[in-house]
């Protein structure tokens, strides 16, 4: 999505919303108009939260820090999969030092979304040392799920633990039949090429609802998918069969 782009975004989301949120899978700091986005998000009064893999804080983090942003949510589970067993420590150190450094205007969520993941334990054991060394806490304390925001480490900055869930897809078939989602309650997501779904896990628009770039985003609610949708989470039942096979309920 270029510049361009997402300032159409910017001004047809703006009457529904305070806030925006700049993932939905992707890299928001491997973007090349990044600079562009935060100042067009800026200059509508959102409030910016970004997640991140956390590989590029160190190369973006003046920008990071030199602009408005509400929060960061660092996906440190990510490094696990991605980033070499020797280099963990130096990505990690990275992370805690921008969260540190970015605390003072920013909220910093620093997630492990692999708690219930046999494979992780010693990544996990790795990370909580040093988590725990860095903001002078028990390891012992950090070893539970966590809930909304998480537990406090500092000012500002938090641990969110949680299991591993199961992205949605919509070449399965799923199993779940009732369950409780906020897609279409509080939030939507817009795609790369303007597609609005539901939620941020629909990152191949499998429930497409609308375009952003030639509909307007009230009548793109008032679909009847749209509403069929939200009306079927507000009374626990699955409408979508993509939606049952989403496991992010597991985290709410």
């Known amino acids: 999505m270029s510049a361009e782009e997402f300032q159409i975004v910017v001004d047809k989301i703006r009457p529904f919303t305070n806030y925006i949120y700049l993932h939905v899978l992707g890299e928001p700091l491997l973007h090349p108009q990044f600079v562009e986005i935060l100042a067009i998000a800026e200059k509508a009064n959102l409030n910016i939260n970004i997640t991140t893999n956390g590989g590029l804080i ?105 299991p591993r869930f199961e992205w949605p897809d919509g070449k399965m078939e799923g199993t779940q039949t009732r369950k409780y989602c906020y897609a279409l309650r509080d939030h939507i997501a817009i795609l790369a090429d303007g597609q609005v779904v539901p939620c941020c896990l629909d990152a191949d628009a499998n429930l497409k609802l609308g375009n952003i770039f030639t509909d307007n985003l009230s009548d793109i609610l008032e679909t009847e998918r749209a509403k069929k949708i939200k009306k079927g989470f507000e009374q626990h039942k699955v409408v979508e069969p993509f939606c049952s096979t989403c496991g992010f309920s597991t985290l709410l």
């Open 58 to 162: 160190e190369k973006q983090k003046n920008i990071l820090l030199k602009h408005s942003v509400r929060q960061i949510n660092i996906s440190l589970h990510d490094a696990e999969e991605n980033i070499p067993a020797d280099k963990w420590a130096g990505y990690l150190q990275s992370s805690l030092n921008f969260a540190v450094e970015a605390a003072e205007k920013t909220y910093i969520c620093l997630r492990l979304w692999n708690s219930k993941n046999v494979d992780s334990v010693s990544f996990n054991e790795f990370f909580l040392k040093e988590i725990a060394s860095k903001f002078n806490l028990s390891k012992d304390n950090l070893n539970d799920d966590t809930k909304g925001n998480g537990l406090k480490l500092a000012d500002h900055i938090f641990l969110q633990r949680a």
